[in-house]
């Protein structure tokens, strides 16, 4: 039973730190090592597969319930990373007219 709970553990914190990172790839390759090691460690303790699959679905379980509160904590948190594109549209622009001559609005910069 402590392995599970050790498990357990290792799955909530893991998911927490991917979740709070934003790293979605990393968050399914975690995923599927968790539920090897899983699946290694509940083997060793020689349990059958009544006991063993249901406790690798409740450690995965718990790893996105915690990918899920870090991903949601990282989204109120000032400090987070943001997308290039985010760290942009947050500095104030000192030209409101986005550079476009009065004649041209309305236009396709690419029209000929």
Known sequence: MLYI???AALAAVAGFMLGEWR???AGIAAGVA?????AFVLRRMELNAGIGIPAVAAVLAISQAAYLIGLLRGAQDPGT?????QEVD???DDNPDDGVSPGRQGQSRHST
């Open 81 to 85: 990373r943001f997308a290039p594109d």
């Open 34 to 38: 968790l539920s090897l090691f899983s």
């Open 5 to 7: 709970v050790a498990l």
């Open 23 to 25: 790293l979605r790839w």
């Open 90 to 92: 947050a500095v104030p």
